[in-house]
T-cell receptor, first 112, second 111 residues
Framework: EAQVTQNPRYLITVTGKKLTVTCSQN?????MSWYRQDPGLGLRQIYY???????DKGDVPEGYKVSRKEKRNFPLILESPSPNQTSLYFC???????????FGNGTRLTVT | QKEVEQDPGPLSVPEGAIVSLNCTYS??????FMWYRQYSRKGPELLMY????GNKEDGRFTAQVDKSSKYISLFIRDSQPSDSATYLC???????????FGSGTRLQVQP
């Protein structure tokens, strides 16, 4: 089944403790991205990647890092999480320009 | 002011009703317009995709784009309880990758 898989689905952590949210897609998509979803603000793009070893900032990249060493994986790294990064995070991928964006089922992160 | 405005709802309608969901936007460069449906605890899934102005129909769903008014709509005919979800509009100047999303409208269809 074609899918985008994120792990973990739920994560509670404390301020300053580094964490990684993994994302993997099995559709051989070149484009991958990360979004955060907050009430009243909708989905906002954090980072995106057009291909392996190519990443770029989205609208809200501060406090986040990403890497794209393999085509299928696009982990999101929070080096020093803060409470304002408490949010619902979505990974997404697509085959190419103007193709549908496929989303994972989300990771709910709480930073205390 | 946000680039894309969407009424958060909730919008509650009886089964069988016609539902109208709307977004307004300010960026005249937007050319690609999408509607996503998001069920609770799930990621958004693409419902409708249109380029530039006009209408597009797919089953019970019709998407309309009026670029002159910077206004897009999604109509759902014969609404079903299974349509209960949050509907997100999204748009882009360059295609489906660099999207700007509305904040979503929560729809509840009562049986």
């Amino acid at each position: 089944e074609a899918q985008v898989t994120q792990n973990p689905r739920y994560l509670i952590t404390v301020t300053g403790k580094k964490l990684t949210v993994t994302c993997s897609q099995n559709m051989n998509h070149e484009y991958m991205s990360w979004y955060r979803q907050d009430p009243g603000l909708g989905l906002r793009q954090i980072y995106y990647s057009m291909n392996v070893e190519v990443t770029d900032k989205g609208d809200v990249p501060e406090g986040y890092k990403v890497s794209r060493k393999e085509k299928r994986n696009f982990p999101l790294i929070l080096e020093s999480p803060s409470p304002n990064q408490t949010s619902l995070y979505f990974c997404a991928s697509m085959a190419g320009h103007n193709s549908p964006l496929h989303f994972g089922n989300g990771t709910r992160l709480t930073v205390t | 002011q946000k680039e894309v405005e969407q009424d958060p709802g909730p919008l509650s309608v009886p089964e069988g009703a016609i539902v109208s969901l709307n977004c307004t936007y300010s960026n005249s460069a937007f050319q690609y317009f999408m509607w996503y449906r998001q069920y609770s605890r799930k990621g958004p899934e693409l419902l409708m995709y249109t380029y530039s102005s006009g209408n597009k129909e797919d089953g019970r769903f019709t998407a309309q784009v009026d670029k002159s008014s910077k206004y897009i709509s999604l109509f759902i005919r014969d609404s079903q309880p299974s349509d209960s979800a949050t509907y997100l509009c999204a748009m882009s100047a360059r295609g489906t990758g660099a999207l700007t999303f509305g904040s979503g409208t929560r729809l509840q269809v009562q049986p």
